[in-house]
Nanobody, 118 residues
Framework: QVQLVESGGGLVQAGGSLRLSCAASGRTFSRSVIGWFRQAPGKERKFVARISWSGSLTYYADSVKGRFTIARDNAKNKALLQMNSLKVEDTAVYYC???????????WGQGTQVTVSS
C-alpha cells in the first residue's frame, strides 16, 4: 500500500487558485493510479480527477474540467491538483487516493479542507 498525506488547502476567494499536494510513501506509488476526490458537508464523496501511473492519461469530472489540472512527479512521490477559477461550490474536503486501477483505490489520505468564499 501507499501512504498519502495531502496539503495545500485553505481559504480563498471565488476566482482564486489553490494547489493541493499529495505526498506519498511506499514503493508502489509510481505504479499506482492517483485520484482526487472531494466531500462537501452533508454530501457524498465525489470523484474530481485522476491520472495514470505514467502521467500520460488524465480524466476530470465535468464540474472541474478546464479549471483543475492533475499532475504527478513519480521521482518525488508526489501528486498535485492545481485548482484555478475556484467557485463557492468547490468548497469541500479534498482527498487523494491511490490504487492499482481507477476503480480500485485502496489507499486514502486524511484530507485537506478547501473553502471558497464569495
Amino acid at each position: 500500500q501507499v501512504q498519502l498525506v495531502e496539503s495545500g488547502g485553505g481559504l480563498v476567494q471565488a476566482g482564486g487558485s489553490l494547489r493541493l499536494s499529495c505526498a506519498a510513501s511506499g514503493r508502489t506509488f509510481s505504479r499506482s493510479v492517483i485520484g482526487w476526490f472531494r466531500q462537501a458537508p452533508g454530501k457524498e464523496r465525489k470523484f474530481v480527477a485522476r491520472i495514470s501511473w505514467s502521467g500520460s492519461l488524465t480524466y476530470y469530472a465535468d464540474s472541474v474540467k478546464g479549471r483543475f489540472t492533475i499532475a504527478r512527479d513519480n521521482a518525488k512521490n508526489k501528486a498535485l491538483l492545481q485548482m484555478n477559477s475556484l467557485k463557492v461550490e468547490d468548497t469541500a474536503v479534498y482527498y487523494c487516493a491511490a490504487g492499482s486501477t481507477s476503480t480500485n483505490y485502496d489507499s486514502w489520505g486524511q484530507g485537506t479542507q478547501v473553502t471558497v468564499s464569495s
